[in-house]
């Protein structure tokens, strides 16, 4: 009823309607009216909105409504209009104010309320496309058998049906249209029910002929418009087991139909049609498919093989139905018996079986579809059994297929076998694959195992290029890796798993889509390529976690081979290996297996492992309390266990914490591995941690050295201590400890502000030289564990040096210096780092001492 292409000038039919006014109209009328408006406007192109100029037009009544008085007026009101609307259309006539005010008067006489989507502009027009069809079919009484005006003065006449029709005229009883005849809610909503099982019959004399085709094949109207909406946009209805058997019906047969037209139009000589437009016809069809897809419940199918297993379920499935009679209209339940039940059942889920098969349709009562009708998760897995039991059964007859009983009573035959032995999609001339097969000899499109010949090769060709493209790329970076340095390298180890996973996705595209395989090879071929996809998926995040660490340790910051560095391999492996393991048990959620019993056999495998590998796992385990508790970093310097030699074999450096053992470097430049749960039990001491180092010995003087000699030595070598540069002041002593076996015994102790070993060394021994000094100059000397027997004369002590050492401890005493027990503060401060070190003459007296405060 809608001519999208034709002109009227939607502004000042508003501004007209708007503006004239008639005591009679409802607000229900005003209502509609404003509706229909917007509507129409939306559904006009731009500019339509123009081009009133070009026919004359006026209504000189633009607001009055149907005349809906009685019976007759509303027949005669519907017809009347309908062919004013129609007979412009058909001419070619622009869009004018009174054909549009024709079609909504036309509208007015039919009650939508309970029509499914009656608030559809579209809806309304298509049922009242059907009404004047039916109308012009059968023969209608004279006027004077249709209740008008003088009869319904008793109000006795509450309703009127056409004769031997279920057609009826009921009067509104309540509500804004109270007192209106109207065609009734009950034969509004069975409109496409009647008319299919009326348009078998000829035109009355005067009708007007063709009019549902030119309407429903134009796309001139707004019915081609709407239409194109909902398949784009809107799914099946799937509010009852009617409505989904007929959508699917429905969806199949017309996908069928714009393939076969465009197979026809690609295969004509030469052809009317180009493969662009083919494309877009193929597009058409796959959304009419996709509608009919929707109508089946893939909730036991995964996710990945949704896509390919639910269109070929839905062909089998029309296959299926192609082969059998259509069960009658009224035997399925619709959604006012499926209301009823509900009233008066309890909340048990609603079902109906197809005649003679075990293909169910029921009510989906959990998830996103809950309350919607679909093709049962149990028959959708068992279509490819049932199809394979009856696929050598014949089509049903012509007589069969019209059956009144259905709304697509159509067949689609062969398109199931089109699918499966062609290449491409829907339409096989839109593939570039399709000249090359066409040109292959006919034993090449035998069927083997539910493929052709040629299909059979294209798979083996295809997978042997992802087994090439695996061992290419991996050969191929395997050698440029070698090349590169670190993170470099790490990070062009991703590539493979990239490579293989867009090439295996490619692939299986290409064997779904093109090569076009089907059933179970489809099926395994999917799973194997997925499972690829998701296994490289994971390989690629675990190696880019350790990418990405080895990036961060590459920072001038972080040593290659520290524990920082370590700790942060440790960690990138661990968060890549759990993301991989993510992935991977992501994806074989997708594929359908149950995760519990995987989940279970996964903890089985994995406590035996834990069992076969105990000490490998309490070596990682040790490598984390190394990490976490830090005894030594790499490039520490330490000693480590019990180590009876007395070389003490058990010390070295560290150069490598990893995952299961520690590295070290033996002082004799041996290398030795050691568990890290033995090695976290070890006694370890961290020599490079030391802030300074220890000097302690015994000075074992004779026993001549006299008492003063004995102060001589001993302040002496007080004053050495604080002198020297490199030998902390506290806690340094000088004690004479007591008398031994042939000495009498001086101990030093001190630390010296220094970590290294050789640095230790060289101060050791500059305070070891300096120390003979002092006792040579004391005049004493050091004793010697053992017993002599002189021969010679004894030249005895040095009496001169005696007297002078006796002199000096005099003075010391005289002046109240004496430094026993300690050095009073004000000479403490005077004595302090007064002396040279290195020596004077020194090849390195660059070296200064380590800064401590004092405690």
Same mark, same amino acid.
């Given at each position: 009823m809608l001519?999208?292409?034709?002109?009227?000038?939607?502004?000042?039919?508003?501004?007209?309607?708007?503006?004239?006014?008639?005591?009679?109209?409802?607000?229900?009328?005003?209502?509609?009216v404003f509706i229909s408006l917007l509507l129409l406007a939306l559904l006009m192109p731009a500019p339509a909105l123009f081009a009133q100029d070009t026919v004359s037009d006026f209504e000189p009544y633009p607001l009055r409504p149907a005349d809906t008085s009685s019976p007759r007026d509303t027949l005669h009101s519907f017809r009347s209009n309908v062919k004013r609307v129609f007979d412009g259309w058909r001419q070619g006539e622009p869009w004018?104010?009174?054909?549009?005010?024709?079609?909504?008067?036309?509208?007015?006489?039919?009650?939508?309320s309970t029509?499914?989507?009656?608030?559809?502009?579209?809806?309304?027009?298509?049922?009242?496309?059907?009404?004047?069809?039916?109308?012009?079919?059968? /023969?209608?009484? /004279?006027?004077?058998?249709?209740?008008?005006?003088?009869?319904?003065?008793?109000?006795?006449?509450?309703?009127?049906?056409?004769?031997?029709?279920?057609?009826?005229?009921?009067?509104?009883?309540?509500?804004?249209?109270?007192?209106e005849f109207l065609f009734s809610t009950d034969t509004v909503r069975r409109l496409d029910r009647f008319y299919q099982l009326s348009k078998h019959l000829?035109?009355?004399?005067?009708?007007?002929?063709?009019?549902?085709?030119?309407?429903?094949?134009?796309?001139?109207?707004?019915?081609?418009?709407?239409?194109?909406?909902?398949?784009?946009?809107?799914?099946?209805?799937t509010s009852s087991p009617r409505s989904t058997l007929d959508g699917f019906l429905d969806s199949v047969n017309r996908a069928y139909s714009y393939v076969r037209e465009a197979n026809a139009a690609l295969d004509a000589t030469p052809p009317t049609m180009?493969?662009?437009?083919?494309?877009?016809?193929?597009?058409?069809?796959?959304?009419?498919?996709?509608?009919?897809?929707?109508?089946?419940?893939?909730?036991?199918?995964?996710?990945?093989l949704r896509d390919s297993f639910s269109v070929e379920a839905a062909l089998q499935l029309k296959e299926i139905f192609d082969r059998m009679p259509l069960p009658p209209v009224d035997s399925v339940p619709s959604r006012l018996k499926v209301e009823a039940s509900r009233e008066a059942d309890d909340d048990s889920p609603l079902s109906w079986r197809y005649p003679s098969t075990e293909i169910y349709i029921v009510e989906i009562m959990e998830g996103e579809r809950q309350g919607q009708f679909l093709f049962s998760a149990d028959s959708v897995g068992r279509i490819s059994e049932f199809y394979e039991k009856i696929r050598d059964l014949p089509y049903r007859s012509v007589d069969e297929a019209v059956t009144p009983y259905q709304r697509s009573p159509g067949k689609s035959e062969g398109f199931y076998e089109s699918y499966i032995s062609t290449p491409g999609y829907l339409i096989p001339h839109t593939n570039f694959l399709a000249g090359w097969i066409d040109d292959l000899p006919a034993w090449f499109h035998t069927l083997q195992g539910g493929q052709t010949l040629w299909q059979w090769i294209g798979l083996v060709l295809s997978v042997l290029v992802i087994f090439?493209?695996?061992?290419?790329?991996?050969?191929?970076?395997?050698?440029?890796?070698?090349?590169?340095?670190? /993170?470099?390298?790490?990070?062009?180890?991703?590539?493979?798993?990239?490579?293989?996973?867009?090439?295996?996705?490619?692939?299986?595209?290409?064997?779904?889509?093109?090569?076009?395989?089907?059933?179970?090879?489809?099926?395994?071929?999917?799973?194997?390529g997925q499972t690829i996809v998701f296994a490289m998926a994971a390989w690629v995040v675990y190696v880019f976690c350790k990418a990405i660490a080895e990036t961060i340790i590459i920072a001038p910051r972080i040593r290659t081979q520290s524990s920082e560095a370590a700790l942060l391999r440790i960690g990138a492996r661990a968060i890549g290996f759990l993301l991989g393991a993510w992935i991977l048990i992501d994806g074989i959620?997708?594929? !359908?297996?149950?995760?519990?019993?995987?989940?279970?056999?996964?903890?089985?495998?994995?406590?035996?492992?834990?069992?076969?590998?105990?000490?490998?796992?309490?070596?990682?385990?040790?490598?984390?309390?190394?990490?976490?508790?830090?005894?030594?970093?790499? !490039?520490?310097?330490c000693r480590y266990g019990e180590d009876p030699s007395t070389d003490w074999m058990r010390i070295g450096t560290v150069e490598e914490i990893g995952l299961i053992s520690t590295r070290l470097r033996g002082i004799d430049r041996t290398v030795t591995n050691?568990?890290?749960?033995?090695?976290?039990?070890?006694?370890?001491?961290?020599?490079?941690?030391?802030?300074?180092?220890?000097?302690?010995?015994?000075?074992?003087?004779?026993?001549?050295?006299?008492?003063?000699?004995?102060?001589?030595?001993?302040?002496?070598?007080?004053?050495?201590?604080?002198?020297?540069?490199?030998?902390?002041?506290?806690?340094?002593?000088?004690?004479?400890?007591?008398? !031994?076996?042939?000495?009498?015994?001086?101990?030093?102790?001190?630390?010296?502000?220094?970590?290294?070993?050789?640095?230790?060394?060289?101060?050791?021994?500059?305070?070891?030289?300096?120390?003979?000094?002092?006792?040579?100059?004391?005049?004493?000397?050091?004793?010697?564990?053992?017993q002599t027997a002189y021969l010679a004369r004894d030249e005895g002590l040095d009496a001169e040096r005696c007297e002078e050492a006796e002199r000096d401890m005099q003075r010391r005493r005289a002046t109240g210096k004496l430094p026993f027990p300690e050095f009073e503060e004000e000479e403490r401060e005077l004595l302090e780092d007064i002396l040279d070190y290195p020596p004077k003459g020194s090849p390195n007296p660059n070296i200064s001492p380590i800064k401590k405060a004092k405690p």
């Open positions: 001519d999208r292409r034709e002109n009227f000038n939607a502004h000042q039919m508003e501004k007209t309607l708007l503006t004239s006014t008639k005591d009679s109209i409802t607000t229900y009328h005003r209502a509609l004018t104010v009174t054909r549009y005010r024709a079609q909504v008067r036309a509208l007015q006489t039919l009650d939508f029509t499914p989507d009656g608030n559809s502009w579209s809806v309304r027009a298509l049922r009242a496309v059907h009404l004047q069809e039916i109308l012009n079919r059968i /023969p209608l009484p /004279p006027d004077d058998q249709i209740p008008g005006d003088a009869d319904l003065e008793d109000g006795a006449i509450k309703s009127w049906t056409i004769p031997n029709t279920r057609i009826t005229i009921r009067r509104i009883e309540d509500g804004p249209r109270a007192g000829p035109y009355q004399p005067d009708a007007m002929v063709g009019v549902y085709e030119a309407f429903t094949s134009s796309d001139r109207s707004s019915y081609a418009v709407y239409r194109e909406i909902r398949n784009r946009l809107r799914p099946v209805d180009t493969k662009e437009e083919a494309r877009e016809i193929e597009r058409m069809a796959d959304n009419l498919l996709s509608r009919a897809r929707s109508t089946l419940d893939l909730s036991r199918i995964p996710e990945a090439l493209a695996a061992y290419a790329s991996h050969r191929f970076v395997k050698r440029l890796a070698e090349q590169l340095q670190p /993170p470099w390298d790490t990070w062009l180890k991703g590539l493979p798993p990239v490579v293989i996973v867009t090439i295996s996705a490619v692939i299986v595209n290409f064997l779904d889509k093109d090569l076009r395989i089907t059933g179970d090879l489809l099926t395994a071929v999917t799973t194997g959620r997708e594929l !359908g297996a149950d995760l519990i019993p995987l989940l279970a056999g996964l903890g089985v495998v994995g406590l035996a492992v834990s069992l076969a590998a105990q000490s490998t796992i309490a070596n990682y385990i040790g490598g984390l309390i190394l990490f976490a508790n830090k005894p030594v970093r790499v !490039g520490d310097f050691i568990p890290n749960a033995e090695f976290a039990n070890m006694h370890i001491v961290n020599l490079t941690a030391r802030d300074q180092r220890l000097v302690r010995t015994t000075l074992q003087l004779r026993y001549e050295t006299t008492p003063e000699q004995m102060r001589y030595v001993l302040t002496r070598l007080r004053e050495l201590l604080l002198g020297h540069p490199m030998v902390t002041a506290d806690p340094a002593r000088v004690r004479f400890i007591g008398y !031994g076996p042939y000495s009498k015994n001086v101990e030093i102790f001190a630390y010296l502000q220094c970590q290294e070993q050789n640095t230790f060394l060289a101060i050791q021994e500059d305070l070891f030289l300096r120390i003979e000094d002092i006792i040579s100059d004391a005049g004493t000397g050091f004793a010697f564990p053992s």
